[in-house]
């Protein structure tokens, strides 16, 4: 209360002083000079002024309680009273963990990771090759796809069609069509692969954190490998260079090294990455890593003159929006990706190295928009759609073809590719091999800049939030309906528990894990 009288008063005399600056100078300077005064204007305004302190459109004027009318925790918080809102959350900048809750939260973690030793506060695991182990060595190109929305796909059923190529391949290899993303970012998305941790630290990139940018990568566990990284602007956007640092003898393929033109501020065109990405590959006498960062499904939504054999198609608006476009151009920049993997896999296949080589396609991030006629309501409500995105595993020699419908995550990506491979490998993350026989619980940890935690099943998907006891369950498939309201309780509270542990391993994890 003394802080608070002392706080006024100070407010009190700095307009005070502030009035006498400004209004009585202007009266002295300006008295008598017959200065023309339109009443109608003053009124007109002060009438507008007198509605917006009004605040609504009704009989009873905005209350509080009115903030609550929206699914989003974050939006409700924001219009309640935005300086606290932004000051409450202002503290979440810095990187935070706490091992002490990591700690409690570890018996839960290694019961969900299966981790041989539940006693010992430790990740760490080295992991032998299984029966999905490939003998031959197979090279591995990691292909990052911007803005790969799976409901925008023709993978979902989408009526508009707009990969087919890449829905062909689909059937042809190991595809998981309900992969999420931990966060909406390019940045945090490049962090859970390398990494295989979730972004946690909510609003600051952790490739932005110099205390966090030292990280263990499953990568450098790929022995006799060469390692390349292909992006066509410049790897300094978000710092991904640094992230990229961690991978040991990495060639960087970015901004400056390439033949192509460059098409706009993220560099070359897709197709030409993924051309000279090619040219780079057939000269290789030795096995490779490589990951391939495409960035043209992103605005300015350009599509390359020189590609004539590109056919845009003409969409009536009204039918964009129904399954989930804004407009005609973000359409046809989508469609232009699947042209760019269609010209890559065609020139792979023209070459030795495909026949050895394991494709892995997956989306940096997805995009909110209407997905209903796709998916269940939810998905567009409560913005599933920011994080679901499509995971192929593509290699037609070498793998026999199947379509998961299990959720996974992003940061499973690498255990599984390294699962592959005929050589042990050393896994310190919350990452898992998804074809790994025994795997159980098929969970993805999704979090956001809102202070919003939540936990994706192959059921329901709840969501916490950090600055309140608010959380919330809701179904994703009609088959949770199935489930009784005892059942319903059940789940959510495990759910919840394991949500928060989960989080509090993500954070902790981020800070240590500089070491093998």
């Known amino acids: 209360l003394v802080w608070m009288v002392l706080g006024l008063v100070l407010t009190v005399l700095i307009f005070r002083w502030m009035y006498r600056k400004s209004h009585w100078r202007v009266i002295t300077r300006t008295d008598g000079l017959k200065i023309p005064y339109r009443r109608k204007y003053f009124v007109i305004f002060a009438i507008l002024l007198g509605l917006l302190v009004y605040g609504r459109f009704g009989l009873t004027p905005l209350a509080w309680k009115h903030c609550f009318v929206f699914d989003d925790s974050f939006k409700s918080y924001l219009a309640l009273n935005p300086l606290q809102n932004f000051f409450a959350t202002l503290r979440l900048r810095k990187p935070e963990f706490n091992e002490q809750k990591a700690r409690e939260a570890f018996p839960i973690m290694a019961e969900w990771m299966q981790l041989p030793d539940k006693n010992t506060f430790s990740y760490r695991r080295v992991v032998s090759p299984g029966s999905m182990a490939l003998e031959s060595r197979p090279n591995v190109v990691l292909v990052m796809c911007e803005s790969f929305s ?24 190991i595809f998981f069509e309900r992969c999420f993303t931990p966060h909406f970012s390019t940045a945090r998305g490049l962090f859970a692969l390398v990494t295989g941790i979730p972004d946690a630290q909510l609003f600051r990139f952790s490739t932005r954190n110099p205390l966090a940018i030292r990280q263990h990568t499953i990568i450098d566990n790929f022995e006799g490998y060469d390692k390349h990284y292909f992006l066509g602007g410049s790897p300094e956007f978000n710092n991904f260079g640094g992230l990229l640092k961690n991978i040991d003898g990495l060639q960087m393929h970015t901004e400056g090294s390439f033949k192509s033109p460059k098409l706009n501020v993220w560099g070359i065109s897709d197709k030409d990455l993924f051309l000279e990405a090619n040219e780079v590959f057939k000269k290789k006498d030795k096995p490779f890593f490589a990951i391939i960062q495409t960035s043209d499904n992103h605005r300015p939504y350009m599509i390359p003159e020189t590609d004539t054999d590109f056919v845009r198609r003409e969409v009536p608006e009204e039918e964009l929006l129904k399954y989930g476009f804004e407009s005609l ?3 046809n ?28 396609f997956v989306g940096d991030h997805g995009v909110a928009g209407n997905a209903k006629e796709i998916y269940p309501a939810a998905w567009t409500t409560y913005r599933l759609t920011d994080e679901h995105v499509p995971l192929l595993f593509y290699a037609p020699y070498i793998l026999q073809p199947q379509r998961r419908m299990e959720v996974v995550s992003q940061i499973d990506v690498l255990p ?76 959510r509270k495990k759910l919840s528990e394991f949500s928060s542990a989960f989080f509090e391993t993500a954070r902790y994890m981020i800070m240590n894990n500089a070491e093998n």
């Not at 799976?150 to 069609?161: Q, R, T, V």
């Open 329 to 331: 151009d973000e359409f």
């Open 150 to 173: 799976m409901y925008k796909s023709s993978m979902s059923g989408n009526p508009l069609n707009t990969t087919p190529f890449f829905d062909s391949i689909s059937r042809q290899g």
């Open 416 to 491: 599984t590719i390294a699962g592959m491979i005929q050589q042990p490998y050393v896994n310190t993350t919350l990452g898992r091999d998804l074809l790994d026989p025994v795997k159980k619980n098929n969970y993805a940890f999704i979090t956001n800049t809102a202070g919003q935690i939540g936990i994706v099943t192959d059921d329901f998907y709840l969501m916490k939030n950090l600055n309140s006891p608010e959380e919330k369950m809701v179904a994703i498939r009609d088959s949770a309906y199935y489930f009784n309201r005892y059942q319903r309780d059940s789940i």
């Open 333 to 360: 920049t989508f469609r232009y990706s699947d042209y760019c993997f269609r010209k890559f896999i065609e020139a792979a296949q023209k070459e030795q190295y495909f026949h050895n080589t394991l494709f892995v």
